[in-house]
Nanobody
């Protein structure tokens, strides 16, 4: 079983930066065999894809809304995945969730990720 725990959320002003992280653990979990993704859900809205990164960290993918502002990275030795968020906007306000899926291909589909963290809240004030 895979456990994911997010941290690093908080309150930031428009134009500011924030980094959220996700630590993975599990009995026989092989972190390097999983694609990691970040999703977010704003109040009253559906959960949406933000970014994902391939098992080896070489292939990131981003939603158009965050491209050029957010950067996803992973450290397989530490079993962590990071989301660096710059030039934040009020519309980035949401709960941010880390997710994992076995395999090598990144995906933007929520249903492709069987493992999820509890989320961390990010609030961008205007």
């Amino acid at each position: 079983q895979v456990q994911l725990v997010e941290s690093g959320g908080g309150l930031v002003q428009t134009g500011g930066s924030l980094r959220v992280s996700c630590a993975a653990s599990g009995g026989t979990f092989s972190f390097g065999s999983y694609v990691l993704g970040w999703f977010r859900q704003a109040p009253g809205k559906e959960r949406e894809f933000v970014a994902a990164i391939s098992w080896d960290g070489r292939i990131p993918s981003y939603a158009d809304s965050v491209k050029g502002r957010f950067a996803i990275s992973r450290d397989n030795a530490k079993k962590t995945v990071l989301l660096q968020m710059d030039s934040l906007k009020p519309e980035d306000t949401a709960d941010y969730y880390c997710a994992a899926r076995p395999g090598i291909d990144t995906s933007f589909r929520i249903t492709d990720y069987p493992y999820w963290g509890q989320g961390t809240q990010v609030t961008v004030s205007s």
